[in-house]
């Protein structure tokens, strides 16, 4: 792992749970090991999320799951979380043909929201502009 794509500042819009999921993944098959996760988690920070782990006692983290709960409680902040009301407000702008890309990005920075896959598509349903949702509600599936 030399260099991630997306490093942690704390000061975007980034939230805890998206860095560390990215973090593991990123750690290819390194990730089997819980040391190396502590030992190479600077190298995904920069800025103040960076000074931060610097700052931490050495006797502070020796777990990967410590330093989990340490970053998570130091920088995660409820206002970044999306959340289903979040969802249920996109809509679908006159002719705009990228909704369901658009929608899918909100959906993805629900990291705590569980929602069936029907429920999903019926909430994307809902956003459509009216002229598209009735061609779509006139199509036969089956």
């Known amino acids: 792992m030399c ?3 997306h490093k942690f500042s704390g000061d975007d819009y980034r939230s805890t749970w998206e860095h560390i999921s990215q973090y ?5 098959d390194a990730s089997s090991s819980n040391a190396l996760h502590v030992r190479l988690f600077s190298l995904s920070s920069i800025g103040t999320a960076f000074s931060w782990f610097s700052s931490l006692h050495p006797n502070l983290v020796h777990f ?5 709960y340490e970053f998570h409680d130091h ?3 409820v206002d970044n979380e999306v959340k289903l009301i979040n969802l ?6 006159r002719d705009e043909m990228d909704y ?3 929608f899918k990005v909100v959906k993805n920075s629900c990291f705590n929201l569980s929602i069936s896959e ?20 006139s199509y036969d599936y089956f």
Do not use: P
């Open 3 to 5: 260099s991630l794509v």
């Open 24 to 28: 593991v993944a990123q750690l290819g």
């Open 64 to 68: 990967w799951n410590e330093l989990k």
């Open 75 to 77: 920088f995660y902040s």
């Open 88 to 93: 249920t407000s996109v809509s679908q702008d």
């Open 100 to 102: 369901f890309k658009r």
């Open 118 to 137: 029907k429920d999903l598509a019926d909430l994307a349903m809902d956003g459509l502009c009216s002229h598209f949702k009735e061609k779509i509600e």
